[in-house]
């Protein structure tokens, strides 16, 4: 009796969870079932616009007519048909700056470089607008010291359309910004942020810092240089240059522009002269490239010309040496340092001169034949008036 009550006990639970317990559907069958429910939803009652984003959209619309695509275009030469091409060398941002055609950039975005060193400046430029029409601009002046380039347009004057202009001395930190440009190509992409910081400086290629630049944290990455800092009110504060990158990788949220006032003092002088106001010194120098392929000089500048009766001819700087028919002989000088700062390249002795115009005496190191000598000149004898506007 007690063996036929166990056995029962064990049976039993088994038998009753067999016949409670359903067998499971298949996956198809649960697939096909939840599809008789498909049907699009509802949609939520949207919140309105906090006065915050208003004044975004308004102020991005605003200004998105103002902020150009540009593609440097750099003169080339097909191999087989000999026909003079136009290859794109670069790509960024620019905005209107007067009802004149005026574009300004940054200088690095119309550099053409090899190894990393500066070769040469683009002339020609593509430049996109807003509504999608392309025009034809050339570069009329530029700044080493500042990284700023002004391009000529020649679109419709009823095109250009420049921002209202702020100005960088009242800013603050905290303060909304929005940055507008061309990241990775994508046209007219807006970031908002703060500034995060005043008073910094950005370093160039050319040895040199650009002083009070802007800090913020809107999104800036490559393809944006050249394009507006706008304050809330759509005020033009900045122009976006550079950003902390980690590999490459692009922004990290630290971002720096060039300062509106600093804009304002350098652009009038690019549109006017094409350089900011440098002393005239009376030589000239070959380009990096040429200097390496004919003499190997991989440091300094070869001087090639010297005009006589200026400053550099006074103080017997050599260019050159060429035979009466002109055919080369050999090197004369080469400027090694400026006032005890070695010289890496021609557009790092530039941006030197342009961040702090010499008036009276400027020494050179010069290597002349094997052995560096020091050479004084004085700019104060003899300089020319610039020609009045």
Request: charge should be neutral.
């Amino acid at each position: 009796m007690i063996r036929v009550a166990l056995a029962a006990l064990l049976v039993l639970p088994l038998a009753a969870q067999t016949a409670v317990k359903p067998a499971p559907p298949t996956e198809d069958a649960t697939i096909a079932r939840f599809r008789k429910n498909a049907k699009p939803r509802p949609v939520a009652p949207a919140a309105p616009l906090s006065p915050e984003e208003r004044n975004t959209i308004r102020r991005f619309k605003e200004a998105k007519s103002s902020v150009v695509f540009l593609s440097a275009v750099s003169p080339a030469q097909d191999t087989k048909t000999l026909e003079p091409l136009k290859l794109p060398a670069g790509s960024g941002t620019g905005f209107v700056w007067d009802e004149w055609g005026h574009i300004v950039t940054n200088h690095h975005i119309i550099t053409l470089e090899d190894g990393g060193k500066r070769v040469a400046d683009v002339e020609e430029v593509e430049i996109t607008l807003a509504d999608g029409k392309t025009y034809k601009g050339r570069v009329i002046g530029y700044s080493f010291a500042f990284d700023i380039a002004v391009i000529q347009a020649f679109a419709p004057l009823e095109a250009m359309r420049p921002m209202p202009l702020g100005n960088s001395n009242k800013l603050h930190e905290g303060q909304t910004v929005l940055a507008i440009g061309n990241p990775f190509g994508l046209d007219h992409s807006l970031s908002r942020g703060v500034i995060s910081a005043l008073q910094r400086k950005i370093d160039t290629g050319y040895g040199n810092q650009i002083p009070n630049a802007i800090q913020t944290d809107a999104a800036v990455n490559p393809g944006n240089s050249g394009g507006p800092l706008l304050d809330s009110g759509g005020r033009l504060i900045g122009m976006n240059t550079a950003i902390v990158a980690t590999r490459g990788e692009g922004s990290v949220g630290v971002g720096f522009a060039i300062p509106v006032d600093t804009l304002n003092r350098v652009v009038p002088q690019l549109i006017a002269r094409g350089r900011l106001e440098l002393p005239r010194m009376g030589f000239e120098t070959l380009n990096a490239a040429v200097a390496l392929q004919s003499f190997g000089i991989q440091r300094g500048l070869v001087v090639s010309m010297v005009e006589p009766d200026t400053p550099a001819g006074r103080a017997g700087l050599l260019p050159l040496k060429v035979d009466p028919q002109g055919a080369l002989l050999g090197l004369g000088d080469v400027l090694v340092a400026y006032q005890g700062v070695p010289i890496e390249s021609n557009g790092q002795l530039m941006a030197m001169l342009e961040l702090e115009p010499p008036e009276e005496l400027v020494v050179f190191d010069v290597l002349r034949d094997g052995k560096t000598i020091q050479i004084t000149l004085n700019l104060r004898k003899g300089r020319k008036p610039l020609p009045k506007l």
